[in-house]
């Protein structure tokens, strides 16, 4: 086997002192792609060739490898002309979803209404407030981005899980695993802290997990409460509601496999769209002009707008979960896709309540848009 020459020098291979002997040699690999399926002839695709004067100055001196791509021998030097076959080369064939072993994948409806259970929770009832914070004009745009912001995080966060898994040969990746394996796949430097990266992002997980489920517990006591209390005689403490969700909960917690959990996830689903039907009743009433309310508030209450936009569309700790169970995983990104469909009525769904909650209600804007709405029709 040739060793590697130890030079450094390279030449690209469409420079200009190469004359037109390049073009001779591209446009014979250009004709030869019928017989190399798979293997990419774009320019962008030629990689940089030590010494390869002389082979454009004898075409014949090249030759192919057993996959069919041309390479160079050449002043002892053996190089691929070009990067790889239509996977990439240091992806190699290993296809991660083949691989995939799910007792119970989930279908594309099934994801799609996990994802917006993710989603859609307590923070779409403060979006008024946080309008209130931002002003009408400027809430709204910047509602929207920060939305394409979250969906191209997501974006970017599965495709570095799927290069990963084809890097790595692993089937499946969770969002802490793909921090790990990202420092592992990256410089030596890097190497090292990969643990760490891991335990960090499990730290965070478990403190904005733990963050949501407590507001979802008093936000459904609290709720609770304002109703059951009109028919009591004396009102019972926040705290026994709060015990009394708590079977209900563990037995939901129990059930960990998503296909099982999709009736539920539905539901919910329903008793949300119920509940925001239900707010734009009230909210479409004798709705007031734009002109009575500010465009933009001060830049003293921007953080608490962001805050609360932030809370309300963050999902991502439940995407890597979503896409390890589907049945059919490469539907979960692109362009129509279970991720661009489900954010994109997420985030039309927070700038409608938000942007109307507050042109309806104005400086009286409560924490929830539920706190606003008649009490005297329960």
Not at 91 to 96: E, I, K, S, V
Not at 106 to 135: C, N, Q, R, V, W
Not at 277 to 291: E, G, H, K
Not at 345 to 373: H, P, Q, R, W
Request: glycine share 8%; aromatic share 10%; net charge neutral.
């Amino acid at each position: 086997m040739p060793q590697r020459s130890n030079e450094d020098s390279t030449t690209p291979l469409h420079s200009p002192q190469h004359g037109t002997k390049k073009a001779t040699i591209i446009s014979e690999y250009h004709a030869s792609d019928s017989k190399n399926k798979g293997a990419r002839t774009e320019l962008a695709d030629l990689v940089m060739v030590k010494n390869c004067f002389p082979l454009l100055m004898n075409p014949n001196s090249y030759k192919c490898q057993s996959n069919g791509v041309p390479i160079t021998v050449t002043a002892g030097s053996t190089l691929p002309l070009v990067s790889g076959t239509s996977k990439d080369a240091e992806l190699g064939g290993y296809d991660p979803f083949e691989h995939r072993r799910v007792s119970h994948p989930t279908s594309d409806m099934e994801t799609l209404i996990h994802l917006l259970k993710g989603s859609l929770g307590t923070g779409i009832l403060a979006m008024p407030l946080a309008f209130k914070k931002a002003g009408l004009s400027f809430g709204l745009v910047a509602t929207c981005i920060i939305g394409v912001i979250c969906t191209y995080c997501i974006h970017i966060l599965v495709k570095c899980a799927h290069i990963l898994c084809r890097r790595m040969k692993i089937p499946t990746l969770g969002f802490a695993d793909v921090a790990e394996v990202a420092f592992l796949a990256g410089p030596p430097s890097f190497q090292r802290f990969s643990n760490t990266a891991r335990g960090v992002v499990n730290t965070f997980l478990v403190i904005d997990l733990i963050g949501c489920c407590c507001v979802y517990i008093v936000f459904v006591s609290r709720n609770m409460k304002d109703v059951v209390d009109q028919y009591l005689s004396s009102p019972l403490d926040l705290q026994w509601y709060m015990l009394g969700l708590l079977p209900f909960l563990i037995c939901m917690n129990l059930i960990r496999n998503l296909k099982y959990l999709a009736p539920f996830s539905m539901i919910a689903n329903l008793l949300v769209g119920a509940s925001i039907t239900i707010c734009f009743w009230y909210i479409f009433q004798d709705l007031p002009s734009m002109d009575t309310r500010e465009n933009f508030s001060t830049f003293e209450e921007l953080p608490l707008f962001f805050g609360t936009a932030i809370f309300a569309l963050e999902g991502i700790g439940v995407v890597m979960p979503l896409e390890n169970n589907m049945k059919k995983p490469n539907h979960f990104t692109g362009c129509p896709s279970v991720l661009t469909f489900g954010m994109g009525m997420v985030v039309s769904l927070y700038c409608a309540v938000g942007f109307f909650g507050f042109l309806k209600y104005g400086d009286d804007t409560e924490g929830s848009i539920t706190l606003n709405l008649c009490k005297s029709d329960l």
